[in-house]
C-alpha cells in the first residue's frame, strides 16, 4: 500500500489509436505501468481512446475513459476525477507531450495533480533542440550540426552553413510526421512552402544527413542520480530510415565494443546530468567510427518491450518503482541492476500496410510508416532475422532466383551477398552494371535489363512470377523515383525485398543459417532467459 496517504490515486495516458506512423508498441509499456501501479496499491484512471489494446481491458484499470486524447478532454477527467497524481512518459510521445501541456496550461495546478517522474524541466530541456544541444556539449558529447529556422529564408542560410544533404523536419512531430531528407535549394524551397503554420513557437529543425551511417539506440532506467542501460540496440537500416520502421539487433552485432561502451557512458551522462527518473530512449548514429548524439526522450519508448523480453529485465515496473519510490519510500531499484551477457539475438522487424496501398513506394525514409512490429529470437543471428521476417507474413524463400540491382555506392559489397546467395543455390539475375561486377568475380549471373532498357525487363520477370527475392538499394531521388516499380511490383506479387545491403546480408545470412543446420528447437522464453549471464 502506498505510504503518502494523499496519494491514492494515479492517471495514466496511453497513446491513442494505432495508425500509420503510431503503432501498437506503447500498449506494452502503459499495461505493465497499470499492473505495477495497482500492484502497489494505487487506483489507476487510464485514458486511452482505443478499444483494441490490452491496457483499456477492465482487469488492467481501475477505471477506463475511451475519450479524444485531447487536452479539453483530458482536463474534463481530471476535473471530475481528481486524481492526485499523473504518470506523463508511458503513452510514448502522445502520452507525454499531453502532461506537459496540461502542466504548461496550469490544468495539472488546478486540480492539484503531482507530476510523477521526470520533472517538466526536465522533459522542457530534453525536447527543446537548442537546450539539449548545449546540454551535450557540456558533456562533451557530440552532435550532428544543426539550425533552426523561423522562415525560408533562416532556412536557406542555415543550409549553406551546414551543407547539403540535410534532414529536415517540424517540431513536436510524431512518427516523423514531415521529415525529410533535401538535397538541393530548390527542393529547400519546395518543403517550406508545403510547411504550413512555421512560427516562432513551431520552427523548422534542420540537422546535417549522415547519409553512410549506422543508427542505434539505448533505453535507460535511471533514479535521477544513477542509471542503468541494458543493451545497445543496433539498426539494420543505415540512418535516415525512422527508427520505428528500421529493424533492430539486440544485443548489436556490427557495433565495436568500443562504440558500445561509449553510447552507454554517453546515455548515462545525459540522464544522470537531466535527473531522468523512470524511463529515457537515446538516439544515437555512427559515422566513421564516430558516436554522435541524435535526441533524447525522457518517456517509454517502442523499444521497451523488446529490452524487456530480450534482456529479461521488467524495465516499466522498475521505472514505477522509481517514480513511486518518494510516495512508498522504497530504495531506488537502479544501483542493483547488473549488465548481463547475452548469448542469442533478438531481431525486430516492422510491419507495414503496404499491401493494402499498392501504388505506394515502400522505400524507407525518416517518416515512420509502419504500424506494428514483430520479435525473432534465435543463438544465430541470422536465424532471428528469417524468423522476425516469417512473423511479419513475408516469409524468404530458401531457394529460387534472386534479383539483384544496387547502388555504386553498395558496389563493393555486393560481391559478398551474390557470393552466398550463389552458395545458397539461387539463381543471380541483375542489372546490367551489378550482373557485370558479380561476373568479374567469378560468380554465375544473368543479366536482365531495367524498365527503359528493352524487354524482357525485371518488371516482366517480377509480374511473370519469375523472381523470388529482390535486393534493391536506391540511393538519393532520382534513384529512388527510377526503382520505385521494383519495389510495387515486388508488394503486389508479394515478393521479399531488401532495400539495404545490411538487410541483404542479414536475409542471406539467415537463409544459410536455416538451409545448413535447420530450424532451431523453439525454447521457452524462459529457457533462454536462463542463458544470461
Do not use: W
Not at 489509436?17 to 495497482?38: H, K, M, N, S
Amino acid at each position: 500500500m502506498p505510504k503518502n496517504p494523499n496519494v491514492k490515486r494515479v492517471m495514466v495516458i496511453g497513446s491513442g489509436p494505432i495508425v500509420i506512423g503510431q503503432a501498437a508498441e506503447f500498449d506494452y509499456a502503459g499495461t505493465q505501468a497499470c499492473l505495477a501501479l495497482r500492484e502497489e496499491g494505487y487506483e489507476v484512471i487510464l485514458a486511452n481512446s482505443n478499444p483494441a489494446t490490452i491496457m483499456t481491458d477492465t482487469t488492467i484499470a481501475s477505471k477506463v475513459y475511451m475519450e479524444p486524447l485531447t487536452v479539453e478532454y483530458l482536463a474534463k477527467i481530471l476535473r471530475f476525477e481528481r486524481p492526485d497524481a499523473i504518470v506523463p512518459g508511458i503513452g510514448g510521445q502522445t502520452g507525454l507531450n499531453l502532461a506537459m501541456e496540461l502542466q504548461r496550461q496550469g490544468i495539472l495546478d488546478e486540480c492539484g495533480v503531482e507530476l510523477l517522474g521526470t520533472s517538466y524541466e526536465s522533459i522542457q530541456k530534453a525536447e527543446d533542440r537548442e537546450l539539449f544541444k548545449e546540454l551535450c556539449l557540456e558533456l562533451g558529447e557530440p552532435v550532428v550540426p544543426s539550425e533552426i529556422a523561423h522562415s525560408e529564408e533562416e532556412a536557406l542560410k542555415a543550409v549553406e552553413k551546414i551543407g547539403y544533404p540535410v534532414m529536415v523536419r517540424p517540431s513536436y512531430v510524431l512518427g516523423g510526421r514531415g521529415m525529410e531528407v533535401v538535397y538541393d535549394p530548390e527542393s529547400m524551397s519546395g518543403y517550406m512552402d508545403a510547411a504550413a503554420g512555421v512560427t516562432p513557437d513551431r520552427p523548422i529543425l534542420i540537422d546535417r544527413f549522415l547519409g553512410h551511417a549506422t543508427e542505434c539506440e539505448a533505453d535507460a532506467i535511471s533514479d535521477g542520480t544513477h542509471a542503468f542501460v541494458p543493451a545497445v540496440m543496433e539498426h539494420i537500416e543505415l540512418a535516415g530510415v525512422h527508427s520505428g520502421d528500421s529493424a533492430c539487433i539486440i544485443p548489436s552485432k556490427h557495433i565495436s565494443e568500443e562504440n558500445v561502451a561509449t553510447i552507454k557512458e554517453y546515455t548515462r551522462k545525459i540522464a544522470e546530468e537531466m535527473h531522468v527518473q523512470g524511463l529515457m530512449n537515446m538516439q544515437y548514429a555512427i559515422e566513421k567510427g564516430k558516436v554522435f548524439v541524435l535526441e533524447a526522450n525522457p518517456r517509454a519508448s517502442r523499444t521497451v518491450p523488446l529490452v524487456s523480453k530480450v534482456c529479461n529485465i521488467r524495465m516499466v515496473p522498475l521505472a514505477i518503482d522509481i517514480v513511486t519510490s518518494e510516495l512508498t519510500g522504497n530504495p531506488s531499484p537502479v544501483p542493483g541492476l547488473k549488465e548481463q551477457e547475452i548469448p542469442y539475438y533478438g531481431v525486430k522487424e516492422s510491419v507495414f500496410p503496404f499491401n493494402m496501398f499498392q501504388e505506394v513506394d515502400p522505400v524507407l525514409g525518416p517518416e515512420m510508416r509502419s504500424t506494428g512490429e514483430v520479435l525473432g529470437l534465435s543463438n544465430s543471428y541470422g536465424e532471428a532475422f528469417y524468423k522476425a521476417q516469417e512473423a511479419t507474413q513475408m516469409k524468404l524463400p530458401l531457394e529460387g532466383t534472386v534479383l539483384i540491382s544496387v547502388s555504386n555506392r553498395d558496389k563493393p559489397e555486393v560481391l559478398e551477398v551474390a557470393r552466398q546467395f550463389a552458395e545458397a543455390g539461387f539463381s543471380i539475375i541483375a542489372s546490367k552494371n551489378t550482373c557485370k561486377l558479380i561476373r568479374e568475380a567469378g560468380i554465375e549471373a544473368e543479366m536482365v535489363h531495367k524498365l527503359n532498357e528493352g524487354r524482357p525487363n525485371m518488371l516482366d520477370l517480377i509480374t511473370n512470377g519469375k523472381i523470388d527475392l529482390i535486393i534493391n538499394t536506391p540511393i538519393g531521388q532520382e534513384r529512388k523515383a527510377d526503382d520505385s516499380y521494383l519495389r510495387k511490383a515486388a508488394i503486389k506479387k508479394k515478393v521479399p525485398y531488401m532495400t539495404t545491403m545490411a538487410a541483404a546480408k542479414a536475409t542471406v545470412s539467415g537463409i544459410l543459417s536455416l538451409k545448413k543446420h535447420g530450424s532451431s528447437e523453439v525454447q521457452p522464453l524462459q529457457q533462454l532467459h536462463s542463458t544470461l549471464h
